[in-house]
């Protein structure tokens, strides 16, 4: 009986979904050129479906181009919604003037609850190929990466059926084995 009671416990544990992390990334170049456009691309890292609402704070000067995806642009916020896309481009034009610029975000997965922030770091400079050293042949690409801090599971069909038929059934196990 009382592999019987094991049993019963390891089919519980089988039937629970497992714990899901979705990862979402922003990739920038390094360093562009004042009023240069250039592209930076937001990458989920996860199988479809994907329901992922972005927000990202534009430093001052920045001027959004185009977005692959649906946009909404309120001051220096664009609002993204990645709706079955795991990538999305969007082209930007640098300020006019030189330094170091960090545009932040954050990211909401709408299926599963997730959250969690993006950071990359954009310098502007008016540094052209004869000033750059051999080393350095073209722009490379920042990646922040940011995953959710606690994994969320996604629900299984029926799980709630499947949970009271087993508590029911353990309890009557119980009972029956007293």
């Given amino acids: 009986m009382k592999n019987l009671f094991i049993a019963i416990v390891i089919v519980c ?4 979904s497992t714990a899901s992390a979705l990862k979402v990334e922003i990739k920038t170049p390094s360093v562009v050129h004042p009023n240069e456009k250039f592209n ?5 890292d996860e199988n479809l479906p994907t329901v992922v609402g972005v927000a990202l704070n534009v430093p001052e000067g ?12 309120s001051g220096n916020t664009v609002s993204l919604a990645m709706i079955n896309d795991t990538r999305v ?13 960090t545009i932040r975000g954050r990211w909401v997965d709408m299926l599963n609850d997730g959250e969690g ?21 073209a722009p490379t690409t920042t990646t922040a990466t940011t995953t959710h ?7 299984t069909p029926g ?5 009271a038929v087993l508590s029911i059934s353990l309890i009557a196990l119980r009972r029956w084995l007293r």
Avoid: D, R, W
């Fill in 89 to 101: 481009e969007c082209t930007f034009k640098a300020p006019s003037s030189e330094g170091t610029f």
């Fill in 40 to 44: 930076i691309s937001i990458v989920v």
């Fill in 149 to 155: 801090p606690t994994a969320t599971t996604k629900q």
């Fill in 117 to 137: 922030k993006l950071e990359a770091s954009i310098s502007v400079s008016k540094v052209t190929a004869t000033q750059i050293t051999t080393t350095i042949v």
């Fill in 13 to 16: 544990i089988l039937c629970t």
């Fill in 62 to 73: 920045f001027t959004l181009v185009n977005c692959s995806t649906p946009y909404k642009v």
């Fill in 159 to 163: 799980f709630e059926f499947i949970t």
